[in-house]
């Protein structure tokens, strides 16, 4: 027999460092994210507490846009009395003058010059006034993503330091204590990436899909085209383009004016398409629309369900990771508790029932299949994200000189990505190997027992060394603040079988005993005693097996306290 006792291994403060610097980057560039939109968030909602004050409007006019990076504007001046004296102000909202061209007809059609309205006059500050409320309520949403890089790089940092923190002698490990902390802190996580997933799918694929077929019973009408471009979106990472085409018809001897091409909208890559639709609807040519009989200023050119919508459901990628770490932690922490209640008269030895005699076939603790869709879901979400970030920089790299710092923090996580990458490929190989099917003579095997194994490897050809360990592990649940972690020490550990025989490797059977003057299968509110039969075997050129299975070890008085009950 050999015993051995293996203490936690504790990192190293630079290997802690440089792990601290990687969730840093999550923390900083989420943080910065949620400051900037934050700002414009609270830019925009201030007038909300302003003085409502009787107005006039003096001019109001459309203004053309100077070039295809610019939308419409809204030329406005207005002049009201407060505090008993008159001002002048041309602020139409906090937020940009610059709108869609119906939204710039609509809003001088009910703010022509001479009418009389309401304005929002900042106490404080007479001179600064607003027509319009708008507060850009959609950055909420929106929040939540750099929200989830904030988490994840205070979580990484926080675990990192504090798993580094030796253990205190006086610490009386309580996994009851902050089970709100572990389990609903862990579900909040992931509801964040449920709550993305869903308003951005319901905004980026679901509304536009109703839209869709909602139009297609929509009347066609004869329309003539007024102006038709190919706008530009571009920011300090990409550019991207959009397709503007106004247009004007009569529906039911009312004369209408609309600029919607598809339901879909927005900004995407790929100009010489956009420039295809654009030539299709030059000025002045005439054409059919498609007019919605309820609300007939609602018009659209193109209501058929092309392939640009399919990229509305990313989204789903969120939805289903936050669903799936939601039912996950609920699952595991009810097996827990589960777990806690299934014991026997004797404190902490595992249930035994009159079904646990007779062979047993072994089950793996640590399926490869698991192991293989955690890391898949981890690398198509991670690279997912670097993906988009690499082709925003290279696609506006012509048109300005290279940011270094992005730079590198694309390449940064760009390796950081093909890792992921290559840990789920390698789960993905495992996925072939060999699997070995162990049985033992009995679920439950006492100290000093004599134990016999079996096993079969039908494609174990290519392994060229199997090998059978039997080990205890002592694993302790240690709380620190407000957090508790799992320690594992091996405490026995010996060999009961290695052969390089092909024939021993695809089948045979072995018999050995149990050690004895140890500690049995125990488990506690503070931790628990659990014995594992190890397999390892040897494959070349390829990921080896490794599987580990859970044995029952009972205290050899189990049978005369049996007897006794």
């Not at 610059?98 to 106490?123: E, I, M």
């Not at 997933?197 to 077929?213: D, E, N, S, T």
């Not at 300090?236 to 039911?252: A, H, L, M, P, R």
């Not at 991670?382 to 696609?395: C, L, R």
């Amino acid at each position: 027999m050999a015993y051995s006792k293996n203490l936690p291994k504790q990192s190293s403060f630079g290997s802690n460092l440089f792990a601290s610097l990687f969730f840093f980057v999550f923390f900083v560039a989420g943080l910065s994210f949620i400051f900037f939109m934050g700002k414009t968030l609270y830019e925009s909602a201030v007038c909300l507490t302003w003085s409502k004050t009787p107005c006039v409007i003096v001019t109001s006019k459309v203004t053309a846009p100077a070039s295809s990076k610019e939308k419409y504007g809204l030329a406005v001046e207005y002049q009201y009395c407060f505090s008993k004296k008159i001002y002048t102000s041309n602020q139409v909202s906090k937020s940009s003058k610059q709108v869609s061209y119906k939204k710039a007809v609509k809003f001088s059609q009910n703010y022509y010059p001479g009418a009389k309205t309401h304005c929002y006059v900042d106490p404080n500050n007479p001179k600064d006034a607003v027509l319009i409320k708008r507060v850009d309520w959609l950055l909420l949403p929106f929040m939540l993503i750099p929200l989830i890089f904030v988490l994840v790089g205070l979580g990484g940092i926080y675990g990192i330091w504090h798993k580094s923190k030796s253990k205190k002698e006086n610490d009386i490990p309580n996994p009851n204590k902050y089970v709100f902390m572990r389990k609903y802190g862990i579900c909040f996580f992931f509801l964040i990436f449920l709550i993305v997933g869903i308003a951005f799918g319901y905004f980026m694929f679901l509304r536009p899909a109703l839209k869709v077929f909602d139009a297609a019973d929509w009347p066609r009408v004869p329309c003539k085209v007024i102006s038709s471009r190919v706008t530009v979106n571009a920011d300090n990472d990409s550019t991207t383009y959009g397709i503007e085409v106004i247009y004007k018809y009569f529906y039911q001897g009312t004369e209408y004016t609309s600029d919607k091409w598809d339901f879909m909208g927005g900004y995407s890559s790929g100009y010489q398409a956009k420039k295809t639709v654009v030539n299709k609807y030059s000025p002045g040519c005439e054409t059919t629309c498609f007019v919605n009989p309820a609300e007939p200023d609602v018009a659209v050119l193109n209501r058929e369900f092309y392939n640009g919508y399919w990229f509305g459901i990313i989204p789903l990628l969120f939805v289903l990771v936050g669903i799936g770490g939601i039912a996950g932690t609920v699952i595991r922490q009810k097996r827990k508790d589960l777990k806690r209640l299934v014991h026997n008269g004797i404190a902490g030895i595992p249930d035994r029932t009159d079904n646990d005699s007779g062979e047993t076939i072994l089950k793996p603790e640590n399926g490869p299949l698991k192991s293989f869709l955690g890391s898949l879901v981890v690398a198509i979400i991670w690279n997912g994200i670097v993906a988009i970030s690499v082709y925003k920089f290279f696609n506006g790299y012509e048109s300005k000189s290279i940011d270094w710092v992005l730079l590198i923090v694309v390449i940064i996580f760009g390796i950081a990505g093909l890792v992921i990458l290559g840990i789920a490929i390698y789960h993905f190989i495992i996925l072939f190997n060999a699997r070995p099917v162990f049985r033992i003579n009995s679920s439950f095997i006492q100290m000093s027992d004599k134990t016999e194994i079996s096993w079969e490897i039908p494609a174990g050809r290519n392994i060229s060394m199997l090998e059978v360990f039997i080990e205890g592990h002592e694993i302790v649940t240690v709380n620190k603040g407000k957090n508790s972690s799992q320690e594992d020490s091996i405490f026995y550990s010996e060999k009961v079988f290695s052969t390089d025989l092909v024939s021993d490797i695809i089948c045979g059977e072995k018999s050995f005993f149990m050690p004895d003057q140890t500690m049995h299968s125990f488990e506690t509110k503070c931790g628990k005693i659990v014995w594992m039969l190890r397999v390892h075997g040897d494959i070349k050129s390829r990921p080896d097996i490794n599987f580990k299975y859970k044995i029952n070890l009972l205290p050899a008085e189990f049978k005369m306290i049996v007897g006794g009950v």
